[in-house]
């Protein structure tokens, strides 16, 4: 999953800033076990610190930690980076998010910086803010801010909300329902209904007296299966969840790895649940109706996609790329004979935009009373084009130029809220409705601005001839005559593209500060479409870090940067990126920060989430599969007498989707290996997972570490920046 983390580096030192004197690492014996896997012999040194449980293992894993907060705790202005931070970050305006039209309302995730989690609100049918009512405060169950909102879904007509809640980023949600008055909680919690694995849904029936959900087997099976075998049931208001009806589940084809997206509640009868082979964008669909069994409308030969929206008479608008890995629309009519392999085309594939991929990740379309919504992706910014229902009279919305369109929201009387932002200017959310665009008041401010700043778009040549663009954001006028720190970003993988969205606190510091923000749009994410995506996953993942790593060269020849001054981020597939290139490409940068990252792909699939994966990496049980992987995974290329750069590494205690051993085995391996005196450090957080539903403070206190690595080994005063 895309880890997005604004960071930033401040001004430039004239002179090298005293640093606390690093300690030496502490060292983990290596073992002697080797694999014979298809004819290879596969070395692995570190798999004693596979065993977190081990007390060896939480020894060692504790004096890394210890040693990597006393550096990072020592470093000059440390104290005044944290406060500096904190204070923008606090002054920033509340955010709206993942904004859901239902009965006179509409529902909203409110983030209010001046707390530890986001909460649920309600908003009138202006969206106006100052109706904005709480139903839901996580913080007033947890001041802490170690419980957090996985996912929320309203009923019908408003008057009752279900919420998957969990607690310090493990993402292992429990089921509430509540009454939207009163706010109080209505039911029986229901465990086992989210996990990083697959994640979570739910649909309501039409009169909002009872709802589909998903629900894993949790202790019902054994630990090695809780976490797979995802399947929905159907549950009563008033009745006793352990006896809710399965509806959908591995008999009736819901493969092991199957996850579960279920759309519903904008009035049809029936619920439409689509599930998704892994992670790798193969999919099924089924209709669900709230009184019999479930019906297959799509099979994996349709190449339809999640995203998939079923409206209130029954019509389901979903998009294929059979023969089209751009994109088409399909409309599919009530009673659905024939499937998606009968379903008309309404709106072609375009051949300069590609639909964005829907599931976790975003919005495809967007259906209301009387238009449809698509939301398309040209090489990173995204575009909107409205059509009526029959995919008549398009009309392309005027967006800024470079911009993202991250959610669409349709809305009962036709029009549609839509939030925007660029890399310099925050998020808003505009209203369509019968062919006029308005602002409306949901709108972020920060406590800086990027007016002295432009974007530009280059594009570097990768390995094998293709041409990858890059977003580059500094300050006008910049001189590019090499001298400049630049922070390189990407990700390359699921399809997920990289659209812009308004840089953070300190972006906006490194950026006056001298330095300058990159981010790729790598193959392996969908920027191009589906192709983009497959000539980055599975046998040619190799080209993703080819292109992350000519993107970098681009930069540094044109002058925008040098090699010591080129510094990598990238978290969890991105913090395979950060691997892959540390590990091929040692000079090129600086200094790396790598959060949650996977480095062993030939173990990634020993645990459940790497299970997943195997529909987007590959699985070392096939020959070929094992060949490609064993050829780019980072653990397996770490070579002794090598200077590696400086390399932050981070883990969360409670990460479902990447396991912490990922971390502790390649810095083991790095740290052994390394010629060079440059860091490379563990840090670990006890509260935290993959990084989604961590608290505020969690946030803060990782960014200020962040920030201070970067400015320590890119040269960076952080005194002077934080004044």
């Known amino acids: 999953m895309r880890l997005t ?17 690093l300690s030496p690492p502490p060292l983990f014996p290596p073992g002697n076990t080797v694999d014979l896997m298809h004819g290879t012999q596969v070395a692995d040194p570190y798999r004693a610190l596979e065993n977190g449980s081990d007390p060896k293992v939480q020894a060692w894993a504790a004096a890394e930690n210890a040693r990597t907060r006393a550096y990072l705790d020592a470093l000059p202005g440390r104290a005044a980076v944290a406060a500096k931070l904190s204070a923008l970050t606090h002054a920033k305006s509340p955010s709206d998010r993942d904004l859901i039209a239902r009965g006179d309302k509409i529902f909203e995730l409110y983030d209010d910086p001046a707390k530890q989690q986001p909460a649920l609100a309600s908003l009138d ?172 409308i799509g099979t994996y030969a349709d190449h339809v ?66 238009r449809l919504f698509v939301n398309r992706v040209a090489g990173g910014p995204n575009e909107v084009t409205v059509y009526d229902h029959a995919g008549q009279g398009p009309e392309k919305l005027a967006l800024p130029p470079v911009s993202g369109v991250s959610e669409i929201d349709a809305l009962p009387t036709g029009g549609a809220l839509m ?101 790729a749009n790598i193959r392996g994410g969908g920027e191009y479409g589906e192709a983009w995506h497959q000539q980055g996953m599975l046998l040619h993942k190799q080209n993703v870090f080819d292109d992350f790593a000519a993107s970098a060269d681009a930069l540094i020849s044109l002058g925008y940067t040098n090699h010591d001054k080129l510094a990598l981020i990238g978290g969890s597939n991105g913090g395979l990126l950060m691997g892959a290139t540390i590990t091929q490409h040692p000079s090129l940068a600086r200094a790396v920060v790598s959060l949650v990252g996977i480095y062993d792909m030939v173990r990634l699939e020993t645990d459940p989430n790497g299970a997943f994966n195997t529909t987007e990496y590959g699985t070392v049980k096939n020959p070929a599969d094992f060949a490609a992987i064993y050829a780019y995974s980072p653990y397996h290329h770490v070579r002794k007498g090598t200077p590696y750069p400086a390399v932050l590494f981070t883990e969360g205690l409670n990460d479902g989707r990447v396991n912490p051993m990922q971390s502790r085995k390649f810095v083991a391996a790095l740290q052994a290996a390394t010629s060079s005196t440059r860091p490379i450090l563990l840090r670990i957080s006890k509260g935290a997972g993959h990084g989604i539903g961590s608290s505020l403070s969690e946030q803060i206190g990782l960014r200020t570490d962040i920030v201070m690595f970067l400015f320590d080994q890119i040269g960076m005063d952080a005194k002077a920046a934080a004044s």
């Open 5 to 21: 983390l604004a960071l930033a580096s401040l001004s430039v030192s004239t002179a090298a800033i005293a640093a606390p004197q």
């Open 125 to 296: 049918a202006q969206a106006d803010p100052g109706s904005r009512k709480l139903v839901l405060d996580p913080n007033a169950l947890d001041a802490k801010g170690r419980i957090e909102i996985d996912w929320y879904v309203p009923s019908p007509d408003g008057t009752r909300v279900a919420v998957s809640l969990s607690r310090n980023g493990s993402e292992d949600g429990t089921l509430h329902v509540y009454d939207v008055a009163s706010g109080h909680e209505i039911e029986a919690p229901i465990p086992n209904v989210q996990y990083p694995t697959a994640g979570g849904s739910l649909a309501w029936t039409k009169d909002g007296k009872g709802f589909w959900y998903t629900r894993y087997p949790g202790d019902n099976a054994p630990e090695s299966e809780r976490h797979f075998h995802q399947a929905i049931y159907f549950h009563n208001i008033g009745s006793d969840a352990a006896r809710d009806p399965l509806v959908l589940g591995a008999q009736q084809g819901v493969p092991r790895t199957g996850e579960i997206f279920l759309d519903g509640s904008r009035g049809s009868e029936d619920a439409l649940a689509s599930v998704q082979l892994g992670d790798g964008g193969q999919w099924q669909h089924w209709i669900l109706p709230p009184n019999g069994s479930a019906r297959q």
């Open 305 to 370: 996609i999640g995203g998939a929206v079923l409206t209130a008479d029954g019509t389901i608008y979903a998009v294929s790329r059979l023969d089209a890995p751009m994109g088409k629309v399909l409309r599919l009519d009530a009673p659905y004979a024939g499937g998606f392999a009968k379903a008309r085309v309404i709106v072609p594939a375009q051949t300069d935009a590609a639909i964005i991929d829907g599931g976790e990740f975003g919005t495809p379309l967007a259906v209301s009373p009387n």
């Open 419 to 519: 939030d925007i932002s660029t890399y310099l200017q925050p998020r808003y959310f505009v209203r369509w409705d019968q062919g006029r665009v308005t602002r409306t008041k949901l709108t972020e401010t920060a406590p800086y601005d990027f007016s002295d700043c432009e974007v530009r778009r280059i594009f570097a040549t990768s390995k094998d001839g293709t041409k990858v663009p890059v977003s580059v954001v500094m300050r006008k006028g910049t001189r590019l005559d090499g001298s400049h720190p630049l922070l390189l970003t990407g990700y390359g993988g699921f399809g997920i593209s990289s659209s812009p969205s308004h840089l953070g606190s300190m972006d906006w510091l490194w950026i006056k500060g001298g330095g300058i923000f990159a981010e």
